[in-house]
């Protein structure tokens, strides 16, 4: 995951334009006797292609929004899921090397047992071992 972090500060951003023009506004204001007033005009046809034009950019934005935040998700998903089968691969290799190194050493000292006591020590041992990874494997 991206532990980047960000700036709370990103947030003033939009508010930019906004400052601009309330800064612009109020130095229009202090002309007053030198503040024109500016008329415009249209049709009203191209008002609303206008309108048309804006929703569909402020659509497309949120559509695009939406999607990188599916696939921020879904990457997020993926890297949890590599990361819970490594730990699993982990435990695995763990869980299985533990009664195979059990019965190795279980088999040297079936062939090095002087009696039959140490004998069957070591071949219970061994069995012990092999069902443990039977249990582990089934």
């Not at 009203?44 to 659509?59: N, P």
């Not at 929004?65 to 982990?90: H, N």
């Amino acid at each position: 995951m991206n532990n980047r972090r960000r700036s709370p500060w990103r947030w003033l951003l939009p508010l930019a334009p906004l400052l601009a023009g309330a800064g612009l506004s109020l130095l229009l204001y202090s002309l007053a006797d030198r503040n024109p007033t500016v008329y415009l005009s249209g049709q009203l046809s191209a008002l609303a292609f206008a309108l048309g034009m804006f929703l569909a950019l402020l659509l497309a934005v949120g559509l695009l929004l939406a999607d990188w935040a599916a696939r921020r998700a879904a990457t997020a998903v993926s890297q949890a899921a590599a990361q819970d089968r490594r730990r699993f691969l982990r435990r695995l290799d763990h869980e299985l090397k533990n009664p195979l190194t059990a019965i190795l050493a279980g088999l040297a000292n079936v062939s090095a047992a002087e009696d039959d006591d140490a004998r069957a020590t070591a071949v219970h041992s061994v069995t012990t071992q092999v069902q443990r990874l039977r249990q582990l494997v089934a």
